[in-house]
Nanobody, 126 residues
């Protein structure tokens, strides 16, 4: 069993930066691939970024490539999402997800994730 708790959301001006954190409970955190998804008002949840459990391979949605960086610290059971050059289109609730399989994570398979956090709100003002 893995429980995920996101933090670090807030209000930021366009062009600014935020770093989200996702703290996982459970001794098996290091064996899960981790990812970030987001859901904007009135829109479906979408994939943002993923990081593999072993060598730290990363994968990003085109919309955030070059602006967002995902990383993980297995010793701290934490995954991070550094978000730079934010714009109003990045406004959303950001969710942390954990999954044993890599492919569903990178396909953005919402229904295929093993665990979800409750989300943290990021609001980018223009």
């Amino acid at each position: 069993q893995v429980q995920l708790v996101e933090s670090g959301g807030g209000l930021v001006q366009a062009g600014g930066s935020l770093r989200l954190s996702c703290l996982a409970s459970g001794r098996t955190f290091s064996s899960y691939h981790m990812g970030w998804f987001r859901q904007a008002p009135g829109k479906e949840r979408e994939f943002v970024a993923a990081i593999s459990w072993s060598v730290g391979t990363t994968y990003y949605a085109d919309s955030v490539k070059g602006r967002f960086t995902i990383s993980r610290d297995n010793a701290k059971n934490t995954v991070y999402l550094q978000m730079n050059s934010l714009n109003p289109d990045d406004t959303a609730v950001y969710y942390c997800a954990a999954n044993k399989l890599w492919a569903p994570m990178t396909r953005g398979s919402i229904g295929g994730m093993d665990y979800w956090g409750k989300g943290t709100l990021v609001t980018v003002s223009s």
